[in-house]
């Protein structure tokens, strides 16, 4: 099977997120167990289902388990506090504090943009609250380079934890809760 830039990134990523992880502590605690971990929308918009994601790799959900939002702006925000872990224009991964793993990839494919119509607002290393900035986008610019501009936010770290569903439908708003995290 041939992979995609897009693939390769996304293994790039991984790999890193993986690296750092096997150097660095915990950075914070566990909850107590059956207490789910709230992850919130990174994006104000529609929400989607990961199966009805327009990219393979996410909606069989072979890099995890999550939800998406059709955005409504160009803002991007973290759906956790934690850190950093990759950051690049189109792709970032965080660790929470209470452990959970999480990617936001914004739109599909948009790694081909080379950063363009993107402003990065945090870096690798960063700690961030839940609904800091991440990055703003141009959505319009984005969609005119024919680009979907779905963002989309999955548990990277599923098998340590229990069940992750998706706790929102409709629309929502940056920072409202998205998808729960069975601890």
Known sequence: MTRTTEERSLGRLFRAATRRRATQPDAGTTPE????????????????????????????????????????????????????????PHAYGLRSDTGVEVLVHVGIDTVALGGEHFTPQVHQGQHVTAGAALV????????????????????????????????????????????????
Request: charged fraction near 10%.
């Open 33 to 88: 167990p059956g207490t789910p971990i709230t992850l919130a929308a990174p994006a104000a918009g529609t929400v989607l289902a990961l199966h009805e994601v327009a990219d393979a790799a996410f909606a069989s959900g072979v890099l995890g388990p999550g939800a998406a939002v059709e955005p409504s702006d160009g803002q991007v925000v973290s759906p956790v506090t934690g850190t950093v872990v990759s950051a690049m």
């Open 136 to 183: 703003d986008l141009d959505l319009a610019a984005v969609a005119a380079a024919g680009y979907p501009t779905t963002v989309i936010l999955v548990v990277t770290n599923s098998a340590e934890h229990g069940a992750v569903e998706p706790c929102a439908d409709g629309t929502v708003e940056a920072g409202q809760p998205l998808v729960l995290v069975a601890s």
